[in-house]
């Protein structure tokens, strides 16, 4: 049997593969499952009720303000002097409801709209994906240097580097269609719910290639994880290696360096939090805000932005693919296999 195809079996037949397999199947399965059964079509029907809703809330803050206006005059007529404290000024007469704002949609059933919220589920899709496909990765090698499984396939394969990157090209692969598969299904599932249960919001081809390009963006964003944790866990030689990195990287970036960053007071600090990069690469971009270069004591103002692209955070993802890529290669190439 070829060493590619051995590696494909020796994946699929590792329990711990099958397991996040089940999971993520499972946890994926919740999303489209909750749109459904929260879903409502909106027919004339609901506009009539929300109408009738919106209009019966609106009377009731009308008689309550109107009847706190009367018993402001009222504490007026007494001789009270605090009534503008207490009802505010002109017992509060300005501030008397409109119709506006009780509008009809505010009581409206929520509806799915595919066209609005899908590109937010295939974020989130991707989100989860990525996070498997780390476990998967690094678990994959990882274990079996561990188990010393990969010291016997060396003595059997003795070239390193060609053997390191058909394991990896075969996760890659093997996450590349999994990812592919459930990404159909995704989008099917969510596109029925908007057609039965929802609305589709005007589907053009021009949406559906926005969705096409995100969703491509989703699978690189799946396949880093991928090379990210397979890499870590070759270079340590340990699944544990790849997950303490990750878990340190996310502890310290999302938690500490914000700490530090903010108490420091680091303009546009945010540029230098990993999922930060990650937003911006799912969104195509992502604005970051710069709240200190306003005086609020002086009134409002705008306050300073810097706009951070995908391209920023392939660059950003580039780098950190070429380090752990070049250390894993490296670590399999120069250190002794025993």
Not at 142 to 166: K, Q
Not at 280 to 297: P, Q
Request: charged share 15%; hydrophobic share 50%.
């Amino acid at each position: 049997m070829s060493l590619p195809k051995a590696e494909v079996r020796r994946l699929f037949k590792r329990r711990v593969t099958r397991i996040f397999l089940v999971l993520t199947l499972l946890g994926l399965a919740i999303f489209p499952v909750a749109f459904a059964f929260t879903s409502q079509k909106t027919g004339p029907e609901q506009v009539r009720a929300a109408e009738a809703t919106a209009e019966a809330n609106y009377q009731q803050a009308l008689v309550s303000h109107r009847q706190m206006v009367a018993d402001c005059e009222a504490a007026k007529a007494a001789g009270a002097t605090d009534t503008d404290m207490r009802y505010g000024p002109d017992c509060g007469k300005p501030f008397e409801p409109t119709r506006e704002m009780f509008s009809t949609e505010y009581y409206l059933p929520f509806q799915f709209n595919f066209r609005q919220e899908f590109p937010v589920s295939v974020m989130v899709f991707s989100a989860i994906l990525a996070l498997v496909a780390f476990v998967i990765g690094a678990s994959f090698v990882g274990a079996e240097w561990h188990s010393g499984g990969m010291m016997n396939l060396l003595l059997w394969r003795p070239r390193r580097i060609p053997v390191l990157l058909t394991k990896l090209g075969v996760v890659l692969g093997s996450m590349l269609g999994l990812t592919a598969v459930l990404g159909a299904l995704w989008t099917v599932a969510f596109w029925v719910i908007g057609r039965y249960d929802g609305v589709l919001g005007g589907m053009t081809a021009g949406a559906w290639q926005s969705f096409a390009l995100t969703g491509a963006r989703g699978a690189t964003l799946v396949l880093l994880a991928t090379v990210v944790g397979f890499c870590l866990a070759s270079f340590g030689r340990h699944t544990a290696m790849a997950l303490g990195v990750g878990i340190g990287a996310i502890v310290i970036s999302e938690i500490g360096l914000r700490i530090a960053l903010e108490l420091v007071q680091v303009r546009f600090g945010e540029r230098y939090i990993i999922s930060t990069y990650v937003t911006s690469w799912l969104n195509k971009e992502m604005t970051i805000y710069d709240y200190r270069s306003c005086d609020f004591v002086m009134g409002s103002c705008t306050p300073a932005e810097m706009t951070l692209t995908w391209q920023d955070s392939s660059v950003v993802f580039g780098v950190g693919l070429v380090v752990v890529l070049v250390a894993a290669l490296w670590s399999i190439r120069r250190r002794d296999i025993t």
